[in-house]
């Protein structure tokens, strides 16, 4: 058979593909609707081949027009400002349409241009929102953080003035743990801080928020080695937990009532915040009519979970609901979702969803005793989000996995009766549904497509029938750069009988009486999946599709361990993080593909990943050195019994050592084999460049070669520095892989 032979411009096409650069490429495969009259109606900005579009859409009327004419307003705005403008690449970003008029900010102003005549002129607005404030629902008010306490302003006559008082740097209100709160990232935006954790009441009459304790949390520091300022290098402590320490960060619960002036405590123990502020999480919310807040706290062995209902005028607290397990009792799949909690019939039910029969359900309980009411779904398949409780109905819409034979991971609107009768699927094929529903709840915007097929996003009724039509995917300029669908597979786990779902990436130009060598491109969860059944990539795919584009082979796979599924399959990671998501999964999907598919080299088989995923291509290359011989670490979590608390207790359990020095690369350096590039920013606040260089003393201690890269301005994403840290790793695997 022929080899492979790198031409440069794959390194260009391989470019175009990277994350910041692939959203140019796909034309209208997703929308952010924009809700008007709490969703009656609403309106987006798209992307298309003229340019930019902004949409307006009446589901009632089955509309869907453009929310001005775009030639015109350019003309009228340019004449009105004395600037330039370009009516495919309008100077604003959003916009409020009125009916006879669209206001919007363009040019240091607010404008207000009709639609009758298309004459437009200053009008009476503020500048565009500050993103570190958090608008009341009324929007008559703001609250933001001053110092370390919470603060509101009038937007209608500035007025200002504080919530809290007796805010410090150990009890920070509004604030998330340091690493969140305070990144590097967030001060490259130019901004100070992340928003405040504060929730709005209904009525916009009080502020949920939380008092954040960290006193004697661990200090870790970093080193920022160039400072803007230029001067001398500066010390960055933040407080971070490690897993089996006393202290961590703790969210004291407080309403803050505007019209009272007063602060009322809940009036129980703080909760623990290991990650993030609950606020952020959603695991804190309003009652509808603002007669309460509930709240989910869970224990720190993970094992019990509990819904609370606080008082928010006396501070009292009564526990709703509590459930146990023998291994993570998890609101939903994954900590990203949103819980899938939701009170009902004004507080007297509950729906609840839980994965004790082994798959991911919804239960109904009574609200004040108790109780539960009975199990609302059930079957070997797996809610993974609530969409809508029509209470009149008696009726829950929600979206499920596990329906479709053909991939398991594939997801359905589904409805079903609170009393468990009368399931059935609302979207009748065999997509991969993404699914947006407004407050109101009226229909639900639902974006269709698999692996191969790009979306098709349509505003439908409850019903399922197609309301209008929103966008067809255009993917012409991302062909053009040689890019063709990855192909979806189905193997057999290292267990010989559990089916495993991933994705194989074909080199540009593919030609199959070539040997090419082969990347894999983890991402171990177990929070999170590698492979998206959808068109959208996810988070990784574009590193996948850029590395394919170099001329490699590369497969990505999500092996046992990781969400989407059973509790069964995804406690296979429980308290076995060492295994990286299924490790012996990648290498048993290797072999199955390769013995069919003559074109991938297995003898020269490289790996890459970023954070876990850095962990898993350095674990990959210890435990399986015959496998792999060639990788790249980027950011890896290589200790992680000297990584955050939060991760390490929720997937390893409580810390012993035995169980924690498993899931140590840092221990087996020694057995290093093939070629290894290590990569981590110098201001990494969530994964401490420590980690790396822990990693690097024992290699050096082992009389290993390796190569690494220290990035001094990056944090974890290497924001700003994507370019440069993407071609070093190609670089890296051209090198010693072709």
């Given at each position: 058979?022929?080899?492979?032979?790198?031409?440069?411009?794959?390194?260009?096409?391989?470019?175009?593909?990277?994350?910041?650069?692939?959203?140019?490429?796909?034309?209208?495969?997703?929308?952010s609707p924009?809700?008007?009259?709490?969703?009656?109606?609403?309106?987006?900005?798209?992307d298309?081949?003229?340019?930019?579009r902004f949409?307006?859409?009446?589901?009632?009327?089955?509309?869907?027009?453009?929310?001005?004419?775009?030639?015109?307003?350019?003309?009228?705005?340019a004449?009105?400002?004395?600037?330039?403008?370009?009516?495919?690449?309008?100077?604003f970003?959003?916009?409020?349409?009125?009916?006879?008029a669209?206001?919007?900010d363009?040019?240091?102003?607010?404008?207000?241009?009709?639609?009758?005549?298309y004459?437009?002129e200053?009008?009476?607005?503020?500048?565009?929102?500050?993103?570190?404030?958090?608008p009341?629902?009324?929007?008559?008010?703001?609250?933001?953080?001053?110092?370390?306490?919470?603060?509101?302003?009038?937007?209608?006559?500035?007025?200002?003035?504080?919530?809290t008082?007796?805010?410090?740097v150990?009890?920070?209100?509004?604030?998330?743990?340091?690493f969140?709160?305070?990144?590097?990232?967030?001060k490259?935006?130019?901004?100070?801080h992340?928003?405040?954790?504060v929730?709005w009441?209904?009525?916009?009459?009080?502020?949920?928020?939380?008092?954040?304790?960290?006193?004697?949390?661990?200090?870790?520091?970093?080193?920022e080695?160039?400072?803007?300022d230029g001067?001398?290098?500066?010390l960055?402590?933040?407080?971070q937990?490690?897993?089996?320490?006393?202290?961590?960060?703790?969210?004291?619960?407080?309403?803050?009532?505007?019209?009272?002036?007063?602060?009322?405590?809940?009036?129980?123990?703080?909760?623990?915040?290991?990650?993030?502020?609950p606020?952020?999480?959603?695991?804190?919310?309003?009652?509808?009519?603002?007669?309460?807040?509930?709240?989910?706290?869970?224990?720190?062995?993970?094992?019990?979970?509990?819904?609370?209902?606080?008082?928010?005028?006396?501070g009292e607290?009564?526990?709703?609901l509590t459930?146990?397990?023998?291994?993570r009792?998890e609101?939903?799949?994954?900590?990203?979702?949103?819980?899938m909690?939701?009170?009902?019939?004004?507080?007297?039910?509950?729906?609840?969803?839980?994965?004790?029969?082994?798959?991911?359900?919804l239960?109904?309980?009574?609200?004040?005793?108790?109780?539960p009411?009975g199990?609302?779904?059930?079957?070997?398949?797996?809610?993974?989000?609530?969409l809508?409780?029509d209470?009149?109905?008696?009726?829950?819409?929600?979206?499920?996995?596990?329906?479709?034979?053909?991939?398991?991971?594939?997801?359905s609107?589904?409805?079903?009766?609170?009393?468990?009768?009368?399931?059935?699927?609302?979207?009748g094929?065999?997509?991969?549904?993404?699914?947006?529903?407004?407050?109101?709840?009226?229909?639900?915007?639902?974006?269709?497509?698999?692996?191969?097929?790009p979306p098709?996003?349509?505003?439908?009724?409850?019903?399922?029938r197609?309301?209008?039509?929103?966008?067809?995917a255009?993917?012409?300029?991302?062909?053009?750069?040689?890019?063709?669908?990855?192909?979806?597979?189905?193997?057999?786990?290292?267990?010989?009988?559990?089916?495993?779902?991933?994705?194989?990436?074909?080199?540009?130009?593919?030609?199959?009486?070539?040997?090419?060598?082969?990347v894999?491109?983890?991402?171990?969860?177990?929070?999170?999946?590698?492979?998206?059944?959808?068109?959208?990539?996810?988070f990784?795919?574009?590193d996948?599709?850029?590395?394919?584009?170099?001329g490699?082979?590369?497969?990505?796979?999500d092996?046992?361990?990781?969400p989407?599924?059973?509790?069964?399959?995804?406690?296979?990671?429980?308290?076995?993080?060492?295994?990286?998501g299924?490790?012996?999964?990648?290498v048993?999907?290797?072999e199955?593909?390769?013995?069919?598919?003559?074109?991938?080299?297995?003898?020269?088989?490289?790996?890459?990943?970023?954070?876990?995923g850095?962990?898993?291509?350095?674990?990959?290359?210890?435990?399986?050195?015959?496998?792999?011989?060639v990788?790249?670490?980027?950011?890896?979590?290589?200790?992680?019994?000297?990584?955050?608390?939060?991760?390490g207790?929720?997937?390893d359990?409580?810390?012993?050592?035995?169980?924690?020095?498993?899931?140590?690369?840092?221990d087996?350096a020694?057995?290093?084999?093939?070629?290894?590039?290590?990569v981590?920013?110098?201001?990494?606040?969530?994964?401490?460049?420590?980690?790396?260089?822990?990693?690097?003393?024992r290699?050096?201690?082992?009389?290993?070669?390796?190569?690494?890269l220290?990035?001094?301005?990056?944090?974890?994403?290497?924001?700003?520095?994507?370019?440069?840290?993407?071609?070093?790793?190609?670089?890296?695997?051209?090198?010693?892989?072709?």
């Amino acid at each position: 058979m022929k080899t492979a032979r790198l031409d440069a411009s794959a390194y260009q096409a391989a470019e175009r593909l990277l994350r910041h650069n692939r959203g140019g490429l796909v034309l209208g495969d997703r929308i952010s609707p924009q809700w008007i009259d709490g969703g009656a109606r609403f309106w987006y900005a798209v992307d298309a081949s003229g340019g930019r579009r902004f949409v307006l859409v009446d589901p009632e009327a089955s509309t869907r027009e453009p929310a001005f004419d775009h030639g015109r307003l350019a003309t009228a705005l340019a004449a009105a400002s004395g600037q330039d403008v370009d009516a495919a690449a309008l100077p604003f970003g959003a916009i409020a349409p009125t009916g006879e008029a669209v206001e919007f900010d363009a040019f240091g102003a607010h404008w207000r241009c009709s639609l009758d005549g298309y004459a437009c002129e200053k009008a009476a607005g503020g500048p565009p929102g500050d993103p570190i404030e958090v608008p009341s629902p009324d929007r008559k008010s703001v609250a933001f953080r001053r110092g370390h306490d919470i603060w509101t302003r009038s937007l209608e006559d500035g007025r200002e003035r504080a919530l809290t008082s007796d805010g410090d740097v150990d009890h920070d209100y509004g604030a998330g743990p340091d690493f969140f709160m305070y990144s590097s990232m967030l001060k490259k935006l130019g901004l100070p801080h992340a928003p405040p954790a504060v929730s709005w009441s209904p009525d916009s009459r009080r502020v949920l928020t939380h008092r954040t304790v960290q006193r004697g949390v661990r200090q870790t520091h970093l080193v920022e080695s160039m400072p803007d300022d230029g001067g001398a290098p500066r010390l960055l402590t933040l407080r971070q937990p490690f897993p089996g320490d006393d202290r961590l960060p703790l969210a004291e619960l407080v309403v803050l009532d505007l019209a009272e002036g007063t602060v009322v405590p809940a009036r129980t123990e703080a909760a623990a915040m290991p990650v993030m502020s609950p606020i952020f999480m959603k695991w804190a919310w309003w009652a509808e009519d603002g007669s309460a807040v509930y709240y989910l706290n869970r224990s720190r062995d993970m094992r019990t979970l509990r819904l609370h209902r606080l008082d928010p005028g006396t501070g009292e607290v009564t526990t709703v609901l509590t459930e146990t397990g023998d291994t993570r009792v998890e609101p939903s799949q994954q900590p990203a979702q949103r819980p899938m909690v939701r009170v009902l019939s004004g507080g007297k039910e509950l729906l609840w969803y839980s994965q004790r029969d082994g798959w991911g359900h919804l239960y109904l309980y009574d609200a004040h005793s108790g109780e539960p009411l009975g199990q609302v779904t059930s079957g070997r398949w797996a809610v993974q989000e609530i969409l809508h409780v029509d209470e009149a109905r008696r009726m829950v819409y929600f979206v499920a996995s596990g329906l479709v034979a053909a991939d398991p991971y594939r997801r359905s609107v589904c409805r079903i009766g609170l009393d468990g009768s009368g399931f059935a699927r609302v979207t009748g094929d065999d997509l991969d549904h993404v699914v947006i529903v407004p407050d109101s709840g009226g229909y639900f915007i639902d974006s269709a497509s698999v692996t191969d097929s790009p979306p098709l996003t349509t505003v439908r009724g409850w019903d399922g029938r197609v309301v209008v039509e929103l966008e067809r995917a255009d993917i012409t300029r991302l062909t053009a750069t040689g890019w063709t669908p990855p192909e979806r597979f189905r193997v057999k786990a290292a267990d010989g009988r559990t089916d495993i779902y991933g994705v194989l990436y074909r080199p540009h130009g593919f030609d199959p009486d070539r040997r090419y060598p082969v990347v894999d491109h983890p991402y171990p969860g177990p929070q999170a999946n590698r492979v998206s059944p959808s068109f959208d990539p996810g988070f990784f795919g574009p590193d996948a599709e850029a590395t394919a584009a170099l001329g490699f082979v590369v497969m990505a796979v999500d092996g046992r361990g990781t969400p989407g599924r059973s509790k069964e399959f995804h406690d296979a990671s429980y308290r076995r993080l060492a295994d990286a998501g299924g490790l012996a999964d990648h290498v048993a999907a290797l072999e199955q593909l390769a013995a069919t598919r003559p074109w991938m080299d297995l003898d020269r088989v490289g790996i890459f990943g970023h954070s876990g995923g850095g962990f898993a291509a350095v674990r990959a290359m210890l435990d399986f050195p015959d496998v792999f011989k060639v990788g790249v670490s980027e950011a890896g979590t290589h200790d992680n019994r000297y990584y955050t608390l939060g991760w390490g207790e929720t997937y390893d359990g409580p810390y012993d050592e035995e169980t924690y020095a498993r899931a140590s690369n840092v221990d087996i350096a020694g057995r290093l084999e093939g070629k290894l590039l290590l990569v981590h920013g110098g201001l990494d606040e969530n994964v401490s460049p420590h980690l790396t260089l822990r990693l690097v003393d024992r290699l050096i201690a082992a009389g290993k070669d390796f190569e690494m890269l220290v990035v001094p301005g990056a944090e974890h994403m290497f924001f700003g520095y994507e370019s440069y840290v993407a071609r070093r790793r190609w670089d890296f695997l051209v090198r010693h892989l072709m």
